[in-house]
C-alpha cells in the first residue's frame, strides 16, 4: 500500500491495482498482467504539477511501470513501456531533486546485476491523452566508477570485508588502472601486479587458513584494476587505522558495509576487555588498576569519518553527537553511566510537576547523591497529594544516611508505600537499607535496565555487579534483538564464553573468530602495559576467562571458520566479477 493526499493504492498478488479519491470518495481499479506487485512510491510534486498521482510499481518479477493514476486509462498511458530489456530491478525510489515541474523525474534503481542506475523520465502533460507514445527516456551513467563495495556481488563483498579484517598494506589500493588515474593517489606506495599478493597482507590469521587470504587477494584483483575497492579519501583513512590493532580494522570492515552498531561494538571492545581485566587485578589488594588512554575521541571521529564523507562543520558536530550518543548505548563502566545520568538530571530541574520531581529523585539517588533527593523530596508542598510519601521517602533515605532511625523508618515507609502504586519506591527503600542487589533486580524486573547498571555500578562490585550486566546482556540478545550491544555487556561482565556462544548462535563464524582474534590481542596489550615482575602477574591473567586455547568452543571457532574460508573461496571462484 502507499498513500498520498488525495490518493490510497493498493497492490496485490495478482497484479491488480485499486486505488481511492479521499476527497471525492471515487475509486478505481485495473490489472497489470503482471506478477505480484512488491512496492508502490509516489512521484515527487512541486508546484504546478498537473498530477500528483504518478507512482513507480516494482512487480515480484523484477520489473516495474510508472503509471499516472490521474488519467484517464493509467495502463494505457504507462510511462515506461516497453521495460528495458534484461534489467531485472531489486528495488527502486525516486530521487527527490526537483524543484520545477518542467524537471524530469530521476527514478532509483538498484539492479539483479549488482549496479546502481538513474533513470530520468522526461514527462510533458499537454500529452497526457489516451494513446499517447512513450515519453523521452535518458538513462544516466556516471563515468566514475562507484567505489561502493556492498555493490559487489555477496561472496565478492564478503571477501573484501575478511581482507579489510585481516589487514593489507595501504599499497594493494593504488593501482595502474586507466579508470584510477584520473583522480589524485594520497596513498603511499604503487602496486604492482608481478608482486606477490602474500606481500600485502600485514600478517597471516592465527585462526582459519593461512591460504585463503592469498586466494580472496586473487579474486579481488579485477576490481583493484579498475579502482573500485576503496575510493582514495576511505584508503587513505584505512592506512591510519590499519596498525592500529585488528579492532580498528574490523570497526572500519563494518563501517565500509553500513553495519553501525557492529564498528561501535569493535571500537567499544577494547574497554570491555580492559574493563574486565581490571577487575580481575583489583581481586588482590596490592594491585592497582591499569589506565588505559581514552579513546572515545578518536572513535567518534573515525566512524563519523567512515560512514560520511561531508565536509561542513555543523554536519559534522552533529555527526559526532550522533555518534557519541550511539557509544553511550554500550557504556557499561562507572564513569560513563554516571556522566549520563548527572547530564539527565538538570533536564528534570527545568521541567515543572510531580512526575519530573519523581523522575529527579531517582536520577539522584541512582548515583548516590542521597542528601539532594532528600532535600528535593522535603520540599513537596504539603498540599500535593504526593506529600505524605515523599516525606516518608524522605526519612528512610535520611536514616540511610544517619542510620538512627532506619529500622522503625523502614517498617513505617513500606507500610505506606503499598498505598502509592509506584514501582520504583520499593527499589527506593532497598537502597535505604543497602540491599543494592535486591534493588538491581526489582529495576530489572520493571524494565528499567539502564538504570540498575547505574546503581549497580555506583554501590555493587566484583561478581554481583557482572550478575546485573550478564542479566542485561541477556535481555538485549533476546529481546532486543542486538547482538553487538549484548557482545560488549558479556564482555564486561566477563562473560566471554557467553558471547562467544551468542556470536556461534547467530551462525557468524567469521565474527567469531575476529572475536577470539581481538580479544587476544587486547589482551597481549593489556599484559604488556603492566609490566613489573613476573609475581605481579596471577595465573588468571595468563589467558583470557574462556578464550585459552585448548578451549573446546575456541577450537570448534577456529574449524568452523576455516570451513567458512574454503567455502568462500569456491563461491568466489565460481562468480565471474563484473566489468563495462
Given at each position: 500500500m502507499a498513500y498520498r493526499l488525495p490518493?490510497?493504492?493498493?497492490?496485490?498478488?495478482?497484479?491488480?491495482?485499486?486505488?481511492?479519491?479521499?476527497t471525492t470518495g471515487q475509486s478505481s481499479s485495473f490489472n497489470t498482467y503482471r506478477e505480484g506487485v512488491r512496492r508502490i512510491k509516489f512521484s515527487p510534486v512541486v508546484a504546478g504539477d498537473r498530477s500528483r498521482g504518478r507512482v513507480a510499481v516494482l512487480f515480484n518479477d523484477n520489473t516495474f511501470s510508472v503509471f499516472d493514476l490521474d488519467s484517464p486509462d493509467p495502463l494505457a498511458n504507462s510511462l515506461l513501456?516497453?521495460?528495458?530489456?534484461?534489467?531485472?530491478?531489486?528495488?527502486?525510489?525516486?530521487?527527490?531533486l526537483r524543484t520545477d515541474k518542467n524537471d524530469p523525474l530521476v527514478l532509483c534503481m538498484a539492479g539483479a546485476d549488482s549496479s546502481f542506475r538513474l533513470i530520468e523520465v522526461n514527462i510533458n502533460d499537454k500529452k497526457m491523452v489516451p494513446g499517447a507514445l512513450p515519453r523521452n527516456i535518458k538513462e544516466r551513467f556516471r563515468p566514475m566508477p562507484l567505489c561502493c563495495p556492498v555493490l559487489l556481488p555477496t561472496p565478492h563483498a564478503l571477501a573484501l570485508r575478511m581482507i579489510l579484517q585481516l589487514g593489507v598494506k595501504p599499497s594493494w589500493f593504488n593501482t595502474t588502472g586507466t579508470t584510477i588515474d584520473k583522480r589524485p593517489h594520497l596513498v603511499p606506495g604503487m602496486a604492482s601486479s608481478s608482486e606477490d599478493l602474500r606481500s600485502y597482507l600485514i600478517e597471516l590469521p592465527s585462526v582459519g587458513d593461512s591460504v585463503v587470504p592469498e586466494l580472496l587477494l586473487k579474486v579481488l584483483e579485477p576490481y583493484r584494476k579498475e579502482g573500485c575497492i576503496l575510493d582514495d579519501e576511505r584508503a587513505r583513512l584505512y592506512a591510519t587505522i590499519v596498525n592500529k590493532g585488528c579492532a580498528a580494522r574490523f570497526a572500519f570492515a563494518a563501517a565500509t558495509f553500513g553495519e553501525v552498531s557492529e564498528a561501535l561494538f569493535w571500537l567499544q571492545l577494547p574497554r570491555a576487555i580492559n574493563h574486565l581485566m581490571n577487575k580481575l587485578i583489583n581481586k588482590s589488594p596490592q594491585k592497582a588498576p591499569i589506565s588505559v588512554p581514552n579513546s572515545d575521541l578518536d572513535d567518534k571521529s573515525l566512524l563519523s569519518r567512515i560512514t560520511s564523507k561531508e565536509k561542513s562543520t555543523s554536519e559534522t558536530e552533529q555527526r559526532d553527537a550522533l555518534t557519541q550518543g550511539q557509544l553511550r548505548l554500550m557504556a557499561f563502566e562507572q564513569e560513563d553511566l554516571w556522566e549520563s545520568a548527572n547530564e539527565r538530571i538538570p533536564w528534570h530541574e527545568k521541567l515543572e510537576g510531580e512526575e519530573a520531581i519523581q523522575n529527579h529523585v531517582h536520577e539522584l539517588i541512582t548515583i548516590g547523591n542521597l542528601e539532594g533527593a532528600v532535600s528535593l523530596l522535603l520540599s513537596t508542598s504539603p498540599e500535593s497529594p504526593y506529600f505524605y510519601p515523599n516525606a516518608l521517602r524522605a526519612v528512610a533515605l535520611s536514616s540511610a544516611v544517619s542510620r538512627s532511625l532506619l529500622e522503625l523508618a523502614v517498617k513505617v515507609v513500606a507500610a505506606n508505600m503499598v498505598r502509592t502504586d509506584r514501582s520504583l519506591s520499593g527499589t527506593h527503600l532497598l537502597c535505604a537499607v543497602g540491599r543494592y542487589q535486591e534493588a538491581c533486580s526489582q529495576l530489572q524486573d520493571a524494565g528499567y535496565w539502564t538504570d540498575a547498571a547505574t546503581l549497580a555500578a555506583a554501590h555493587l562490585k566484583g561478581s554481583d555487579y557482572a550478575r546485573v550486566l550478564q542479566r542485561w546482556a541477556e535481555h538485549v540478545l533476546h529481546a532486543e534483538h542486538n547482538i553487538w550491544r549484548a557482545l560488549i555487556l558479556f564482555v564486561?561482565?566477563?562473560a566471554i564464553q557467553e558471547a562467544l556462544a551468542a556470536l556461534r548462535e547467530a551462525q557468524q563464524p567469521d565474527t567469531a573468530a575476529m572475536f577470539i582474534l581481538a580479544c587476544r590481542e587486547i589482551h597481549m596489550q593489556f599484559i604488556t602495559n603492566l609490566g613489573g615482575s613476573e609475581d605481579e602477574t596471577n595465573d588468571s591473567m595468563v589467558d583470557l576467562p574462556g578464550l585459552s586455547p585448548g578451549n573446546d568452543d575456541v577450537i570448534a571457532v577456529g574449524e568452523y571458520f576455516g570451513e567458512y574460508q574454503r567455502k568462500l573461496v569456491h563461491l568466489c571462484m565460481d562468480a565471474q566479477p563484473f566489468s563495462d
Open positions: 490518493h490510497v493504492v493498493m497492490g496485490d498478488r495478482s497484479g491488480n491495482i485499486r486505488w481511492w479519491d479521499v513501456q516497453p521495460q528495458f530489456p534484461g534489467t531485472l530491478v531489486l528495488e527502486l525510489d525516486w530521487l527527490h564486561a561482565a566477563g
